[in-house]
């Protein structure tokens, strides 16, 4: 997958989750989670990316959370 492509998608989500009237609505490919919780752990895995590689080689990975916010082991 390009650079182009994740930039595309990346878009497209956020234009979805804009244009949501409610942001507690069911994910139908996700039933158990719903629109505020894909979003945030969505974005979870971006900051987390972005805080690897801005910490370079050889660095702890940051620490992941669930999609409420709570930490994970």
């Given at each position: 997958?390009?650079?182009?492509?994740?930039?595309?998608?990346?878009?497209?989500?956020?234009?979805?989750?804009?244009?949501?009237?409610?942001?507690?609505?069911?994910?139908?490919?996700?039933p158990d989670w719903t629109l505020r919780e894909l979003?945030?752990?969505?974005?979870?895995?971006?900051?987390?990316?972005?805080?690897?590689?801005?910490?370079?080689?050889?660095?702890?990975?940051?620490?992941?959370?669930?999609?409420?916010?709570?930490?994970?082991?």
């Amino acid at each position: 997958m390009t650079h182009d492509m994740i930039d595309d998608r990346w878009a497209a989500f956020r234009a979805a989750i804009a244009s949501a009237p409610d942001l507690d609505v069911q994910v139908p490919t996700c039933p158990d989670w719903t629109l505020r919780e894909l979003a945030q752990h969505i974005g979870d895995g971006r900051r987390r990316q972005a805080a690897t590689i801005a910490a370079g080689p050889g660095a702890e990975p940051p620490a992941r959370t669930d999609p409420k916010g709570a930490p994970t082991a």
